[in-house]
Nanobody, 122 residues
Framework: QVQLVESGGGLVQAGGSLRLSCAAS????????MGWFRQAPGKEREFVVA???????YFADSVKGRFTISRDNAKNTAYLQMNTLKPEDTAVYYC????????????????WGQGTQVTVSS
């Protein structure tokens, strides 16, 4: 079992930055692909970015060049650095863990956090 807890969400103006953290329990954190998804009101949950256990990264086109993902296996934590935020980035952001490398679909993820709200004002 892996438990995930997100933090770092909040309200920011357009053009600003936020860093989200995802703290994981369990001794096998380093063997999981860690992903970030988001869900805006009335929309489906969508893939944002992921990092595999070998540090390969995968990005949605909408965030390329603005968001980065990293992980610290010693701290069992994954990070999402979001720069140049736009109002359309407003959503609840979820951290997730998958056993498969390169997972980008929600159905590939085995564990989910409860989410953290990110609101970008114009």
């Amino acid at each position: 079992q892996v438990q995930l807890v997100e933090s770092g969400g909040g309200l920011v103006q357009a053009g600003g930055s936020l860093r989200l953290s995802c703290a994981a329990s369990g001794r096998t954190f380093s063997s999981y692909t860690m992903g970030w998804f988001r869900q805006a009101p009335g929309k489906e949950r969508e893939f944002v970015v992921a990092i595999s256990w070998s540090d390969n990264t995968y990005f949605a086109d909408s965030v390329k060049g603005r968001f980065t993902i990293s992980r610290d296996n010693a701290k069992n934590t994954a990070y999402l650095q979001m720069n140049t935020l736009k109002p359309e980035d407003t959503a609840v952001y979820y951290c997730a863990a998958a056993r498969s490398r390169g997972a980008v679909r929600t159905t590939e993820y085995d564990y989910w956090g409860q989410g953290t709200q990110v609101t970008v004002s114009s």
